[in-house]
């Protein structure tokens, strides 16, 4: 059974996107790394709706109910990440202090330094209990990594 974001087109400018209607969140979202159901409605973002922005702009979009979102329902998600919340991962990344001031500072996995990489990596073995292999697009530390930053910038 396919899956529905409910899209207001409100509340996205028409430089990006304008939907009137309800859309399969397949068209939105790769089918890679879609598992499961998932109903989001959004109800904000910043900037406003109408808010002239240049290509490459980053629009944060706000859902209802996030507490229920999984976290591979994100393009590129770590496969360990499979059938785990958002709220539960983000957690524990609140709960870390260390990793919390990482994920608040850098926004990519590749401008962590190595201090940070060892920190990070250590969180996703032994908090997240998930394998970090850079050969394996689907358990590479962007994997992991990138993910796991979208996710707290939504929770926050």
């Known amino acids: 059974m396919p899956s529905f974001l409910e899209l207001n087109k409100n509340l996205f400018s028409d430089v990006q996107y304008t939907y009137s209607r309800s859309v399969p969140i397949k068209d939105i979202i790769k089918d890679d790394f879609v598992f499961q159901p998932v109903t989001l409605r959004a109800v904000e973002q910043n900037p406003k709706a109408g808010t002239l922005v240049s290509p490459g702009t980053k629009i944060i979009v706000y859902f209802e109910d996030v507490d229920l979102m999984p ?82 910038d939504v929770m926050k």
């Open 71 to 152: 976290m591979d329902i994100y393009e590129g998600a770590h496969v360990g990440y499979a059938g785990k919340s958002a709220k539960e991962i983000v957690d524990k990344v609140k709960s870390n202090d260390a990793v919390k001031k990482i994920i608040e500072k850098t926004e990519k996995s590749v401008d962590l330094t190595p201090e940070e990489q060892v920190i990070m990596g250590a969180f996703f073995a032994e908090n997240l209990g998930l394998e970090i292999n850079d050969n394996d697009p689907t358990k590479s530390k962007k994997a992991a990594y990138d993910v796991i930053v979208a996710a707290y």
